[in-house]
């Protein structure tokens, strides 16, 4: 916190006091010349403020947003102050959310292709806000995230898919495999494996179990690191799915990596076919390096009948989309794989005429 005491204290003397003195010079430590940069959110007197401390929070808010935006230096603006107030109150929701239990799982089904029949799930996050009824999870899932609170109810997500999947297993229900999305913070947590091992105990076997969904990017501020931890879940019966494979910048490197069972190509491949070309290409591509890597493919965002098609002829192993079910209530999944089990046949020797 820097304060500076100016006669004429407008917005292009601070700024160009900031660029000429502050961080100007080169520092030497130990011998070594070191330029700093830095990033600045500036709030003047009287304009935006009337004491030390209302400037104080709002320099913070404009270097806030300056950090976000990429800017060297900002000029505090109450829209600023409206945003980051709505963005605390929202945070404070969340976290009792998760306290109160307000958070809730879905599930989208993933159909086998040739059979149509429902071979696993996608975990889907919601909230339901006790003022707001069903909120979206693109209102709150970006806020989980930057508040490092995507940690706590990524623990609680495996939790709950992995009782619901035993639940269906002890019920006859499936056989059916649950994705669940992880995020990068979690799998950098030192106690990842331990915590989703500790989860789907007694989860999987016979054609029940987890998956973990992880997205390309998420995964290269350690590769090492997640491959090590990721193959020790793949040793307990977990599979590894890449999820929105293709928007990422280093895919072959990946797969070449890391211990990989299912690629998810993005839905923005897929909204292209059966007719653009291009997008035929790249989809048919994806499913051939799969093929290589010896992958199943799982295609997002199915939504007609000639998508479908297509992506048959192209030996795409899975279909997710609105075509066959939006995410629903478990309750609901529960009755569409109730209505898919074999009916058992009656023998003979039981039948009356």
């Known amino acids: 916190m820097l304060v500076l005491s100016q006669l004429e204290s407008s917005a292009e003397n601070v700024t160009t006091l900031l660029e000429s003195t502050v961080f100007h010079e080169v520092f030497h430590i130990e011998g070594r010349a070191l330029r700093a940069s830095f990033k600045s959110g500036i709030a003047r007197y009287p304009v935006d403020g009337q004491d030390g401390n209302t400037l104080a929070q709002r320099a913070e808010a404009a270097l806030k947003q300056a950090k976000e935006s990429g800017e060297q230096y900002l000029h505090y603006q109450i829209q600023m ?13 969340l976290r009792a959310a ?17 059979t149509g029949r429902i071979e696993s799930v996608e ?9 707001q009824g069903l909120q979206h999870p693109a209102l709150f899932l ?16 495996l939790r709950k898919a992995a009782e619901d999947c035993r639940r269906w297993r002890a019920a006859g229900l499936g056989p059916v495999r649950v994705a669940v999305n992880v995020s990068a913070q979690q799998i950098r947590r030192r106690n990842f494996a331990e915590y989703v091992h500790a989860a789907a105990a007694n989860c999987g076997a016979g054609g029940y179990g987890l998956d973990l969904e992880i997205t390309e990017t998420g995964l290269l501020h350690d590769v090492e690191g997640a491959n090590r931890k990721l193959r020790e879940l793949r040793a307990a019966g977990m599979r590894i799915a890449i999820d929105d494979f293709g928007t990422g910048y280093s895919s072959l490197g990946l797969l070449s990596k890391l211990p990989v069972d299912v690629l998810k190509i993005d839905r923005s491949f897929i909204s292209g076919l059966p007719s653009d070309r291009a997008s035929v290409t790249l989809v048919s591509s994806i499913i051939g390096l799969a093929s290589a890597f010896n992958l199943a493919v799982v295609a997002e965002g199915v939504e007609t009948t000639g998508q479908l098609a297509l992506l048959g002829k192209l030996k795409c192993k899975y279909s997710q989309g ?5 995410p629903v209530p478990a309750a609901e999944l529960e009755r569409a794989l109730a209505a898919q089990a074999p009916r058992l046949r009656r023998s003979p020797s039981t039948e009356t005429g």
């Open 81 to 93: 102050h409206s945003d980051i107030a709505e963005r605390l109150s929202l945070e404070h929701k």
């Open 98 to 114: 998760l306290d109160e239990q307000q958070f809730l799982l879905h599930y989208q089904p993933q159909i086998h292709i040739a």
């Open 123 to 131: 975990a889907l996050l919601r909230w339901h806000d006790p003022q």
């Open 142 to 157: 970006p806020v989980l995230e930057s508040s490092g609170m995507i940690v706590a109810v990524g623990e609680w997500v």
């Open 322 to 326: 609105y075509l066959h079910s939006r």
